[in-house]
């Protein structure tokens, strides 16, 4: 049977390794992230959004995105 300190131990290791698998494609999407206007379109994987106002009077700033990728269609 496993002492206090052990499944203490153990529930930390578990819950480290899910925060990092759900951070995981957050890391995979910050190649753009940060990226000034002229240098997201020289990025063949990013898109630069302008800035504009959400319906709710929030004021999104222009920023550097992935791309969305292309759903192919069958013929």
């Not at 494609?25 to 063949?44: D, I, M, R, T, V």
């Amino acid at each position: 049977m496993l002492g206090r300190k052990a499944v203490h131990t153990l529930g930390i290791v578990v819950t480290s390794a899910a925060l990092a698998f759900a951070a995981m494609p957050l890391q995979a999407e910050s190649a753009c992230k940060g990226l000034e206007k002229k240098g997201c379109g020289n990025k063949g994987t990013c898109a630069w959004v302008d800035a504009y106002t959400r319906k709710d009077g929030v004021k999104v700033s222009g920023h550097c995105r992935t791309k969305s990728a292309k759903k192919e269609t069958k013929k």
